[in-house]
């Protein structure tokens, strides 16, 4: 599938290397001024530091009208400029490890080797920009995500050349989600942000809350207790005083990450996106040929060593376009 979301709903096209990729988002309301800014802000995020510098300049193609949403799709498309196709000649008849080269291969019988194909994330371009524009419909929910373990600036103190990559997290808090967002049993917002960010290329874990720490904790520990005064009524007899909607925060910690029952209770909704390292290796690795055989290969191209960093603006994207669906 190449559509995400229900009511809000983004469909994207475009390989990495093909003439342009891009995305089309049916459900947004109309009359919404939208802050073409913004949307660049986030993209000059997602290009931070990568080796392949894009211009990402965006021709709107339907849906708005002097930059005010018309309430029909909106269709646009992004250049790709600074292709490098040659770089990929040798992997026509072979399969890197860790890529989707094999996959997509055995699925479709035919494949675009250069850069990736579809499987690139330079197809999550055309997310940052849908997520900037679902930001700007949910105002004022505020999405924050920022990458933890700046591992390669780490390892770079040593001035020696790296020869490896490297993988991270990403956390992510939304504040501003009013409780009672989502929707029992199989459309929980958990499940929900789960698959969104699962969906991001090189994404391989995540958790909500105190995630897999919860499995280790007694349930006493765990429990987000509630935070108000206790009130005594009628003698010895004490009581919880009754709580509203409007406390803030309603509970001590935050151990379920703002959800439960698969519903927002009011409380920030807090979660973290592992993502592998990069697996194209600066290094010779033996690649998989068409005729079942090992071919070592020293793999050329602009590969990032660590992209985790451009990845938080992405996460923030997805997380956006599920408070998008849900809300409207």
């Known amino acids: 599938?190449?559509?995400?979301?229900?009511?809000?709903?983004l469909t994207t096209y475009g390989e990495s290397h093909g003439l342009a990729v891009g995305g089309i988002i049916d459900g947004c309301p109309s009359g919404i001024r939208l802050d073409l800014d913004a949307i660049k802000t986030d993209l000059a995020r997602r290009r931070q530091g990568a080796l392949?510098?894009?211009?990402?300049?965006?021709?709107?193609?339907?849906?708005?009208?002097?930059?005010v949403t018309l309430g029909t799709p909106i269709a646009f498309t992004i250049r790709n400029k600074n292709t490098r196709s040659e770089d990929y000649d040798q992997l026509v008849d072979c399969y890197r490890p860790g890529h989707a080269d094999y996959t997509y291969q055995q699925k479709y019988s035919i494949r675009d080797h250069?850069?990736?194909?579809?499987?690139?994330?330079r197809e999550t371009v055309v997310r940052v920009?849908?997520?900037?524009i679902a930001k700007q419909i949910i105002a004022p929910i505020e999405i924050q995500a920022f990458s933890e373990g700046e591992r390669?600036?780490?390892?770079?103190?040593?001035?020696?050349?790296?020869?490896?990559?490297?993988?991270?997290?990403v956390s992510c808090r939304i504040t501003g989600l009013p409780a009672g967002v989502g929707e029992p049993i199989f459309d929980k917002l958990n499940a929900?942000?789960?698959?969104?960010?699962?969906?991001?290329?090189?994404?391989?874990?995540?958790e909500m809350g105190a995630g897999?720490?919860?499995a280790e904790m007694m349930g006493s520990e765990y429990i987000d207790r509630w935070k108000g005064e206790r009130s005594k009524v009628k003698g010895e007899t004490e009581e919880i005083q009754p709580f509203t909607s409007h406390l803030s925060p309603l509970t001590l910690t935050n151990h379920c990450g703002g959800v439960q029952g698969g519903i927002s209770n009011g409380m920030p909704v807090e979660f973290r996106v592992a993502f592998h390292p990069v697996p194209t290796l600066p290094q010779p690795v033996e690649c998989l040929t068409a005729d079942g055989g090992l071919r070592t290969l020293q793999i050329s191209g602009r590969h990032d060593r660590y992209q985790v960093p451009r990845a938080a603006v992405v996460v923030e994207a997805m997380a956006a376009l599920v408070m998008a669906d849900f809300l409207l």
Do not use: C
């Open 52 to 67: 392949r510098q894009e211009e990402d300049e965006i021709e709107w193609l339907s849906g708005l009208k002097d930059g």
């Open 152 to 169: 390669l600036k780490v390892k770079g103190e040593t001035n020696e050349p790296l020869s490896d990559t490297f993988g991270g997290v």
């Open 1 to 9: 599938m190449n559509t995400f979301g229900t009511k809000f709903r």
């Open 114 to 121: 250069r850069g990736g194909g579809r499987a690139s994330a």
């Open 192 to 206: 929900h942000l789960a698959f969104a960010m699962m969906s991001i290329p090189s994404a391989i874990g995540f």
């Open 129 to 132: 920009v849908a997520g900037a």
């Open 212 to 214: 897999f720490k919860a």
